[in-house]
């Protein structure tokens, strides 16, 4: 089939990862690479773009977008969380019979600040819409989404697979994903038992700043419950483990990220508590890449891993601090989880490409 795919293809972007298991798949796929359409433009200047909805940007991303259909005839128009595309454009590819998909590897109505009026008009106009959060199916039904299908997340079968070249473990636990309040604490917590612990991942160095910061203030308080301002206090103690990213954010990717996880004996899978997920990217690929992982206990991690034996999960701060000392004092226990949980990804359709196998066979129902 010719897709075109418009969505975030960066370096690390999982959007980018989809693109490629199309691919992969045997789609002929032409992409639009909106991280592109950003790329340049001042601080200033995005964020009125983006708040307004209005400007040469959005116009760019709009006028690419439908260049490249009118030139490439795709009988599918494959979307990845896309807040800028306007309606005009959907209901120019429904006139050229182009099938639309739009899919939302986040968390949409329950995070206030990823919505736009944009996003919330073109919703309805999809032909299909692909949910990872299954909380919030009802909400897409109840915004006017006729066709709504859950696909849970996954992992790159390229980019998650196992090391070759890693020498041993490098540190006892890591944490690579956004700061929380909760996910601070938890990693204060490991600190009693775990002698070196590791965290990569956006608002962590932001989070050492000055509490009377007012961009920290605003810029935590989206990532801490109640999504107001967040004026806690930094932590001095977790400071020694928060290491420096690919770039200002801490974010680490490809590569570097497959040996942080693996050069880990614990990987920690934790959840967010400013919305209610009940799984995430890590779940899928701290077992694919060969490490052992320690996570929330959730209804759906339960459903994609047994725990204690493919993976390990805890529902307080006692179990949590009981698992890491156990697994820390445990090589061989360890590792037999950390070989289950990664078989139990390769064998049970986890990655990308059966993801979007199954969502090209509902497609063509």
Known sequence: MKILFVGYLGRGQTSGMRCEALRRLGHDVQAVD????????????????????RGPRIDAL????????????????WAE?????????????????????????????????????????CLPLYDVVVVTKRYELGSYSAQGCAHVMYSPLGFDPVGHAPPRHLNGYHRDVAFVGGWEPRRERLLGIAQQVASDISVW???????????????????????????????????????PAIKMGEGVNGEIYEEAYSNAIAGSRIALGLLREVCPDQHTTRTFEIPAIGAFMLADRSQEHLEFFEEGREAEFFGSDDEYLDKLRFYL?????????????????????????????????????
């Open 81 to 121: 969380k896309q807040e800028y595309l306007r309606p005009s454009t959907l209901n120019e590819m429904r006139q050229r019979r182009v099938t639309t998909l739009h899919y939302n590897p986040d968390p949409y109505f329950s995070l206030t600040w990823k919505r736009t009026s944009l996003a919330d008009a």
């Open 329 to 365: 004092a445990n090589d061989d226990a360890r590792k037999r989880v950390a070989i289950a949980g990664h078989d139990r990804c390769m064998r049970s359709g986890y990655s990308y490409d059966d993801r979007i196998r199954h969502v090209m066979l509902e497609l063509a129902r």
């Open 201 to 239: 991942g956006y608002g962590w160095s932001i989070a050492q700043g000055s509490r009377v910061n007012p961009l920290r203030a605003l810029r935590l308080g989206r990532l801490a419950p109640g999504h107001r301002v967040y004026l806690g206090p930094p932590s001095d103690q977790l400071e």
């Open 34 to 53: 909106v991280g592109q359409v950003w790329r340049g433009a001042s601080y200033p200047a995005r964020q009125l773009q983006q708040l307004t909805l």
């Open 62 to 77: 709009n006028t690419a977008i439908l260049a490249a259909a009118r030139e490439y005839q795709p009988a599918l128009v």
